[in-house]
């Protein structure tokens, strides 16, 4: 999700920079920039958590030649460093904005590399037939880009909402109902994209799944039941219902607070429903053998 | 998103029903306080830390023994550290060659450790607090001289009121093989000594495991015959297990599993097991396996010996000469026309009925052209090793069953020969040990094994001739004390568990029970006396073989460690209440434990040619010696004239006539019957009846588990995790009801409910599910037996002749708990 | 590398009976729910009924396993620390030094060798009983087997007498990690993958 998010700013920068003119895009996109940190920093909390001896815990980066759980581990060392480098030189404007633009898009490849290596983790494990496919790759890019894109969206509206509270509205602001209505759009574009892709990867890999007998079938049993079909709800409504409504009502014109009602329940939804396919995922974890 | 890996969900035993013990244990438990003392113990209890230290660092290595009642005996060496116990090994003598084998212990010896250090040791005398429930698991510590006034006192006093024969030993086979350390044969325990030296006990005939069996081997052979041992199916072509599972009842690497195992490696004789379950023996010897009815062999044995008569196929000279009964010609004086087997056979009986090979699949479930081709083959075969094991006779019509197959192997000419088999279960070469710790009970009344139950609830009413009372035509009282030394049978392996408990609750019937263990077992619960015994690695004794082929061995297990917590030995438990009745003297001779065992080597060495001194034998831990198979009746075979059986006609008898009179003269329960030949006879909650009973449609057997043997080691964490209670059910009954491998299911009747997970499976019979034999019976608030015992569920009915247990015949039904 | 070791399996002798699943618990003080042998049953099979008969058409057979010390061994690949190694006889054992009990090699190991060890937080596995082997004396559960379904060598020599099959249900298929384990197999083992049967005690393993 910070990943995606990140990189979604950066597009967002690219994109939208051109029209807006870098100042005022940056003035939206970095208070979402120093949200994701937390984001990120709670990620790495969470991942000290599978340690079951702290005192041993340097010793994973030990085997980045052939472990891909190594290597997201350097990654993700990697590019919260990075984040945390490019955040700081945006909030101290360090360097000059091409350079900070070089380090953004090097920190955007590093998160790229570091889904991929994520998602390896799973992919790489021959036994697990439900992992050991180009799903996993595809769906780990799929949710981290629409959870990146759907959290940028929140925290843009978020962001605004507060700072209308604080100050009423600024100059900034008329380039930003434009910016945030285009950026808005543009989210709902992608959600729905995203949306398609997934809703097109997960019956691929359950037939997979359920056709190759033995353990693949036993996992794609957990593809089954209540909480499958809730996911598949939750990110429809999300990514799908929703993402068009603010597709269709981001305009300058339109009331922040329906749009920031919008953008967040999106994100909410999606974030459950996704919350729920990992879960699964693990669910659906068998091995062969014995 | 960022979300790193979470643990795999792990499948481990989950702990529950380990602490279930030691909550069950625990019964009092700010008494017993169960586990607490193990706090700090290596290898003890759920959360002991794996350190693979290494395996070499120990202070010494001691000769042990398992000593369970498998039929197998295996020694183990301990390795002491500390004073603790913290490895236990193999035997490292012999070889991988049938009569010198190395005698490897079975996966329970190896969990010794788990049960020795166990959280249900008993620590310390108790007794049921006054005024409590009898099994209440409310105790008090008392001392050990409180213990041994009590009964001292109470002994004196039932034989003042009663008599000796209101005391009772009960069956138990906790401990055996040792020679002082022994809890079977009742005649051989110590606690027997004591109560010899006062004037004697009331006694059983039989045992659990094969009561049936035993009182019927008598009425065909005149006495208890072994078939040929297995390693002497080197001279078969064609082995035929009846029911006899060898590979999961006697377990041993020294044993018989060995001993089958290495015969069909080197001979390869085709194997046939007629089984309901697809037993482990069949999974590794078999080359057919044949499913069966539970309770129907006599009828699939009818349906053969049919196929052979019509075909001529049968050994009618060996009829002739050895066997009475078979034919008309061969009927005893005074026996009306068509009582032969034959007759029974053809329908020229008095049922009028043709057993032919439909008639049989009908009953039995095996297809008549099954049993057609079963029949020409059993019958051409040359010699056939044909053996029992003791689940066919475990049923309602037991006695039968067993005489059947004696049948079968009369009418192949398989008896005495080698190759052959009397169709008994499998002998073995043995060591004539000595036993001058052995004394003989003064009172020569008897009841069946199986009939404590009805002696304590109704005993002055139990007959020779209704109740199978030996020595007496009539019980003078009832029971009002029972010793339960090294046992479980007391509650847990006898039958109708919810109605024992009930008879058991009330004290005014039987006033004293004295348990002695040293784990709290189920039958402990309902002790009114409680003493704590050392395991057999506590104490020195000398220990006779198990069933092992044509191997004969002695173990010398050592004492390995002090005596845990506050445990003494039986036998200095016995002399010191024998020394309160009088005779310390009488009892023990002057001697110790180690005098009589010393004692024991040096008699035994007169009748074993080559047996050690006790020292050298010490030294050894185990000595074996290649002996002779065992070819049962082969002196009868050889010289039927000068070697005459010790039944009335001299001869096998096929046809019985004492059961012909029996059958005239015994009171029968209405359904009972005795018959003269080995007949088919449908029983109460048989296989027929199960087709037709609505409500309770499945039969149900209780075969001997890995976990345990009957129920030793079934408090054992390792165990309990290796081979976890199951109720073995068949695919298609499963489905029937909804039911998948791994379910939680009830299995219940009209007397009772135990609470198990389903092993789905096809190697079990349609309509059969089997619930291993010896779990711990643990009822629950509602009294569900969340422990699975089988004895939840099975009957005190009792079979007609041996008036011993049907356990196997019982019908259940199955629901997703 | 010296010589790489191996176990070879009587399939035909194994009777489940699970003696070296617990010799090597008891050799190792291994707390329940932790488990460096284990033994799984394969079976399956149909019934055919006809009226009051049957016929059955059943299957089964037991397979005793460990750690195979694979030529490919997953384990070590994915092991973040390079506490999961093979040492110059070819045997893989832990390092409890740098392993941080994540758990992967877990996941990853389709013969449940890596056992996670909540005692000391650090995974454990067999190392074919190194302190033995360097006595002269057999493997604990080698030694332990009642049928004498189990040995243990040079893989080299165990394939030359015994052929090389490592492949029966339910075990994976051998190209997976190339075990170092000799199979004998009971007449009615299935080929890996084949889908006949299915594994009758997964709540043992």
Not at chain 2, 229 to 244: C, E, I, K, T, Y
Not at chain 2, 261 to 290: F, K
Not at chain 2, 522 to 539: F, G, H, K, M, T
């Amino acid at each position: 999700m910070s990943v995606g998010a990140f990189v979604v700013l950066g597009v967002v920068q690219l994109v939208a920079a051109r029209r807006y003119g870098r100042e005022a895009v940056d003035t939206i996109t970095d208070p979402v920039l120093y949200a994701i940190g937390p984001v990120m920093v709670l990620g790495l909390v969470a991942s000290m958590f599978h340690m079951n001896d702290v005192g041993n815990t340097l010793n994973v980066l030990r085997h980045v030649a052939t472990s891909w759980l190594s290597r997201e581990i350097l990654f993700g060392a990697g590019f919260a460093a990075l984040g945390f480098l490019f955040a700081a030189a945006q909030w101290f404007r360090w360097g000059t904005s091409r350079q900070r633009q070089g380090l953004a898009a090097l920190t955007a490849l590093v998160g790229l590399v570091l889904v991929w290596s994520m998602s390896m983790i799973y992919y790489s494990l021959v036994a697990v037939p439900a992992w050991h496919s180009w799903t996993t790759p595809a769906q780990f890019f799929t949710t981290a880009l629409l959870l990146g894109a759907l959290a940028v969206g929140a925290a843009l509206m978020a962001t605004l909402m507060v700072r209308r509270r604080r100050g009423g509205a600024t100059t900034a602001d008329l380039a930003d109902s434009s910016l945030v209505a285009g950026t808005l759009k543009g989210i709902g574009i992608a959600a729905v994209v995203l949306l398609g892709a997934e809703f097109l990867i997960i019956p691929l890999h359950i037939a997979n799944l359920a056709g190759a007998g033995g353990a693949a079938a036993t996992s794609a049993e957990v593809f089954t039941g209540a909480w499958f079909v809730a996911r598949l709800v939750l990110v429809f409504l999300g990514a799908g219902l929703l993402a068009v409504l603010l597709f269709r009502y981001a305009s300058p014109d339109a009331r922040p607070r329906t749009l920031a009602v919008l953008a967040t329940a999106a994100f909410a939804l999606v974030l459950a429903g996704e919350l729920i396919g990992r879960s699964q995922f693990y669910d659906s974890m068998t091995r062969i053998g014995m | 998103m960022s979300a790193p890996p979470v643990p795999p969900v792990t499948t481990t035993v989950p702990r529950r029903s380990f602490l279930k013990w030691s909550a069950a244990a625990g019964g009092g438990a700010a008494l017993v306080g169960a586990g607490a003392y193990f706090g700090g113990l290596p290898g003890v209890g759920p959360a002991s830390a794996a350190t693979a230290a290494s395996g070499l660092d120990v202070d010494r290595t001691v000769w042990s023994s398992c000593n369970v009642n498998c039929g197998s005996r295996c020694p183990l060496r301990m390795q002491v550290k500390d004073g603790r116990i913290v490895r236990v090994l193999p035997d490292d003598t012999g070889d991988d060659e049938i009569g010198t084998q190395q005698i490897r212990a079975c996966v329970r010896g190896r969990s010794m450790r788990h049960r020795i250090y166990n959280p249900d040791r008993l620590k310390t005398p108790m007794r049921r607090r006054p005024g409590t429930r009898r099994g209440g698991g409310e105790w008090e510590e008392i001392s050990w001289e409180e213990a041994y006034d009590e009964i001292a006192s109470t002994i004196q006093r039932l034989v003042k009121d009663y008599g000796n024969e209101s005391i009772y030993l009960n069956y138990g086979t906790g401990t055996l093989g040792g020679t002082i350390t022994r809890s079977w044969p009742p005649s051989q325990t110590p606690i027997a000594r004591l109560m010899n030296c006062v004037g004697g006990y009331l006694n059983h005939y039989g045992d659990y495991s094969a009561a049936n069996i035993e009182q019927a081997a008598p009425y065909t052979f005149g006495s208890w015959i072994g078939s040929n041992s297995f390693d002497d199916a080197r001279n078969s072509r064609l082995q035929v297990l009846f029911g006899n599972n060898p590979l999961e009842t006697r377990m041993s690497g020294g044993g018989e599993t060995f001993v089958t195992q290495r015969t069909r490696q080197d001979n390869g004789q085709r194997v046939i097991v007629i089984d309901p379950r697809y037993t482990d023996s069949a999974v590794s010897l078999a080359d057919e396996w044949v499913p069966i009815r539970p309770g129907t062999d006599a009828a699939l044995v009818a349906g053969m010996a049919h196929v052979m008569i019509s075909e001529d196929l049968h050994d009618q000279d060996f009829l002739d000469t050895y066997c009475v009964g078979f034919d008309e010609e061969h009927l005893p004086e005074g026996i009306p026309a068509g009582s032969s087997y034959r007759s029974y056979i053809l329908g020229d009986g008095p049922d009028g009925t043709e057993k032919t090979p439909a008639w049989a699949a009908r009953i039995t479930g095996i297809p008549a052209s099954t049993i057609v081709r079963l029949a020409r083959e059993i019958a051409t075969s040359g010699p056939v090793h044909i053996t029992q094991g003791w689940g066919p006779q475990r049923h309602a019509n037991g006695e039968n069953q067993a005489r059947s197959i004696f049948v079968l192997a009369a009418m192949t000419g398989s008896i005495g020969v080698p190759g052959g088999g009397t169709g008994e279960r499998e002998g073995s070469y043995g060591l004539p040990m000595a036993n001058p710790f052995a004394t003989t009970n003064p009172v020569e009344t008897a009841i069946s094994v199986f009939g404590w139950t009805d002696a304590i609830e109704r005993g002055p009413e139990m007959t020779a001739l209704a109740d199978g009372v030996v020595g007496k035509d009539r019980l003078d009282v009832p029971i009002k004390m029972i010793w339960q030394y090294a046992g479980n049978a007391l509650v847990n392996q006898h039958a109708d568990i919810n109605r024992t408990v009930r008879l058991l609750e009330d004290d005014t019937k039987c006033e004293l029970i004295v348990v002695i263990d040293n784990q709290m077992t189920v039958s402990a619960r309902y002790a009114d006396i409680l003493l704590p015994d050392v395991s057999n690695a506590e104490q020195l004794d000398v220990v006779q073989q198990g069933s092992a082929g044509n191997m004969g061995y002695a173990i010398v297990a050592d004492q390995v460690i002090h005596p845990l917590f506050d445990c003494r030995t039986v036998y200095e438990m016995c002399s010191q209440i024998a020394a309160r009745l009088g005779v310390e003297k009488e009892f023990t001779e002057g001697r110790t434990q180690e005098d009589w065992v010393r004692q024991v080597v040096e008699d035994s060495r007169e009748a074993v040619p080559g047996l050690p001194s006790f020292d050298e034998l010490r030294e050894m831990g185990v000595w074996k010696v290649k002996g002779e198979s065992y070819i049962g009746l082969k002196d009868f075979r050889d010289d039927p004239v000068a070697n005459p059986l010790t039944t009335p006609s001299g001869k096998i008898e096929i046809f019985s006539d004492r059961l012909w009179e029996m059958a005239k003269t015994w009171e029968l329960p209405e359904g009972d019957v005795i018959t003269a030949l080995p007949e088919y006879v449908a029983t109460w909650e048989g296989a027929e009846e199960a087709r037709t009973n609505a409500k309770h449609p499945l039969q149900c057997i209780g075969h001997h588990y890995k976990q345990r043997t009957h129920s030793s080691y079934g408090n054992v964490d390792w165990m309990q995790e290796a081979h976890p209670q199951v109720v073995w059910i068949n695919t298609g009954d499963a489905a029937d009801r909804g039911i998948v491998n791994g379910d939680l299911v009830d299995v219940f009747n009209d007397r009772g409910r135990i609470r198990l997970p389903a092993r789905v499976t096809a190697r079990i019979a349609p309509g059969v599910v089997s619930v291993p034999q010896g779990a711990w019976y643990t009822p629950d608030a509602q009294g569900v037996d969340v422990g699975g015992s089988v004895n939840t569920l099975t009957s005190w009915h009792p079979t007609a002749i041996a008036k011993g247990n049907a356990q196997h015949t019982t019908l259940v039904e199955i629901v997703k708990a | 590398m010296a010589t790489q070791l191996g176990f070879l399996f009587d399939q035909t002798l194994c009777t489940g009976c699970k003696a070296c699943q617990v010799a090597c618990k008891d050799k190792n003080d291994l707390p329940v729910g932790v488990t460096w042998r284990r033994v799984a049953e394969y079976s399956g099979g149909t019934w055919q009924q006809d009226g009051d008969t049957f016929v059955p058409n059943v299957f089964a057979y037991y397979t005793s396993i460990s750690c195979n010390h694979c030529e490919n061994p997953v384990c070590v690949q994915v092991c973040p620390t390079t506490a999961m190694h093979k040492d110059e006889n070819g045997i893989v054992t832990v390092d409890e030094d740098k392993c941080v009990g994540c758990r992967y090699c877990e996941w990853a190991c389709p013969y449940s060798a890596p056992q996670f060890n909540p005692a000391t937080g650090h995974m454990s596995k067999c190392d074919m009983c190194a302190d033995y082997r360097a006595e002269g004396q057999d493997p604990a559960c080698v030694a332990a087997c009642p049928s004498r379904a189990l040995a243990w060598g040079p893989i080299d020599e165990l394939r030359a007498e015994h052929g090389t099959l490592a492949g029966v249900e339910p075990l994976p298929d051998p190209s997976i990690t190339r075990p170092n384990l000799v199979i004998t197999p009971h007449r009615d083992a299935q080929p890996s993958g084949a889908g006949t049967g299915a594994l009758a005690n997964p709540e043992e393993l």
